[in-house]
């Protein structure tokens, strides 16, 4: 199993403010993926992070929003831009193994809340 | 893309009783189906999973059962426990395209009194 370490675990920013949260894994995987849950809700993928290419983004999330890097197989970060209250979420990094083995394993999760 | 719709939002049983949570998936190339449990301020975690050349798996007290056809699977807990309850996500995946990238249904918040 893959154990992920995902921070800051909570923050509180001010409208209009950017947060970038951190996904470490502790072994190299190649797909690495954002989510977001809002509260009371279920998880919604945000966008596949690609090592070596850009990220793949589902249908309502775009790149100046919620830009992403991948700059190795262990490491992504996704930063949430130009907030507002309605981003105020769960943010949660996930990877899965290989297509051999695909559980998906989530980090602790970032908490966020947009004053 | 893929739709998952998850039936019931809501689970009150008492200690002891069954409970079964119910989900279909739209794509017929899904073809991997987990359920994760979500305890409060937590993160989700896997309890069971089913490939779509498995008709049923079962781990303990928990079990799921997988109908390609009708495109729909289900979550079974037996003799549930206090400790079961929690908010239970059903996924799917099409893993030859995009291992580990999930739909989720809606969750299920389950109560388990005893």
């Known amino acids: 199993s893959a154990v992920i370490s995902q921070k800051p675990s909570r923050d509180i920013c001010q409208r209009g403010t950017s947060l970038t949260i951190q996904c470490q894994v502790d072994s190299q995987v190649t797909m690495m993926f954002w989510y977001r849950q809002q509260p009371g809700q279920s998880l919604t993928l945000i966008a596949t992070?690609?090592?070596?290419?850009?990220?793949?983004?589902e249908s309502g999330f775009v790149i100046d929003k919620f830009p992403i890097s991948r700059p190795n197989l262990t490491f992504s970060t996704l930063t949430v831009s130009n907030m507002s209250p309605e981003d105020s979420s769960i943010y949660l990094c996930?990877?899965?193994?290989?297509?051999?083995?695909?559980?998906?394993?989530f980090g602790q999760g970032t908490r966020l809340t947009v004053v | 893309g893929e739709n998952v719709e998850q039936h019931p939002s809501t689970l009150s049983v008492q200690e002891g009783d069954s409970a079964v949570i119910k989900c279909t998936y739209s794509d017929s190339a899904s073809n991997y189906f987990p359920w994760y449990k979500q305890e409060l301020g937590k993160r989700p975690q896997l309890i069971i999973d089913?490939?779509?050349?498995?008709g049923e798996k079962k781990d303990q007290r928990i079990a799921v059962t997988l109908n390609k056809t009708a495109k729909h699977f289900s979550l079974h807990i037996t003799e549930t426990q206090p400790e079961d309850s929690a908010v239970y996500f059903c996924?799917?995946?099409?893993?030859?395209?995009?291992?580990?990238?999930?739909?989720f249904g809606q969750g299920t918040i389950l109560t388990v009194h005893p």
């Open positions: 996924a799917a995946s099409i893993t030859w395209t995009s291992y580990g990238k999930l739909t």
């Open positions: 996930s990877v899965a193994g290989d297509v051999m083995n695909t559980e998906a394993f």
């Open positions: 992070a690609n090592q070596g290419s850009e990220a793949t983004y």
């Open positions: 089913i490939r779509s050349n498995v």
